[in-house]
Nanobody, 120 residues
Framework: QVQLVESGGGLVQPGGSLRLSCAAS????????IGWFRQAPGKEREGVLC????????YFEDSVKGRFTISRDNAKNTVYLQMNSLKPADTAVYYC?????????????WGKGTLVTVST
């Protein structure tokens, strides 16, 4: 059974850091594009960034450049989203997704999300 499971969310103060994990089962992430998306309360889901199978990174959200980075550990079949200098505007449910061709809201496989709350 193909499954993506996010973890690592939680409550963090502004300026803090979190590392989210996206663990895959039922398939090998090596050859897939992996994307991170987020959905803030009352807003539509939006793309944050993607990493290709070769390690190339595409940012969809300018506000996270220089603060968020994505990496993959193929041995662990896991992709990570390192988030630094967090802001209240980063509060959202974060989702990872996988597809063998494209990065976007139409990706084939999705996790159920992990909540990140940035607040004092």
């Amino acid at each position: 059974q193909v499954q993506l499971v996010e973890s690592g969310g939680g409550l963090v103060q502004p300026g803090g850091s979190l590392r989210l994990s996206c663990a895959a089962s039922g398939f090998t992430l090596d050859y897939y594009i992996i994307g991170w998306f987020r959905q803030a309360p009352g807003k539509e889901r939006e793309g944050v960034l993607c990493i290709s199978s070769l390690g190339g990174i595409t940012y969809f959200e300018d506000s996270v450049k220089g603060r968020f980075t994505i990496s993959r550990d193929n041995a662990k079949n896991t992709v990570y989203l390192q988030m630094n200098s967090l802001k209240p505007a980063d509060t959202a449910v974060y989702y990872c997704a996988a597809d063998d061709q494209v990065c976007g809201l139409g990706m084939d496989y999705w996790g159920k999300g992990t909540l990140v709350t940035v607040s004092t």
